[in-house]
């Protein structure tokens, strides 16, 4: 446990994911990219584990992620910050995603450079 002033906090693994968002996604549509390129090494896919942790490919573009669910508002998401290669680059950026039965949407923001909505459906 680390103590600041008068405010502390434990630091713990965290708790699990929720289930919804658990598994693994088809990236189906970007708002930047068209299909040809979410899929030009592979199909684009985003693939969240129990504990948070996880990866998405699209295009040219390969990432390991690190999440935990978040609100904004009355809403709930899933919110991580990835870090991987575009282009062979390094890159790095933050995104959020929400679930709605069989399909997830969310926004990717690359650090210094793009950001681009998302739809995925699940695939496994």
């Known amino acids: 446990m680390r103590t600041d002033g008068n405010q502390s906090w434990l630091r713990t693994n965290g708790p699990d994911v929720k289930k919804r968002y658990i598994g693994d996604w088809r990236i189906a549509e970007m708002e930047c990219w068209d299909a040809d390129y979410i899929d030009l090494v592979g199909p684009g896919r985003m693939e969240i584990g129990r504990d948070g942790t996880g990866s998405f490919h699209f295009g040219t573009v390969d990432a390991e992620i690190d999440s935990k669910e978040g609100k904004l508002g009355h809403q709930s998401r899933l919110e991580f910050t990835f870090e991987g290669s575009a282009e062979m680059d390094p890159c790095s950026g933050r995104g959020w995603a929400v679930v709605d039965g ?4 969310g926004r990717i923001y690359f650090h210094l450079g ?7 459906t699940r695939s496994g």
């Open 114 to 120: 793009d950001d681009s909505g998302f739809k995925a």
């Open 102 to 105: 069989e399909e997830m949407t």
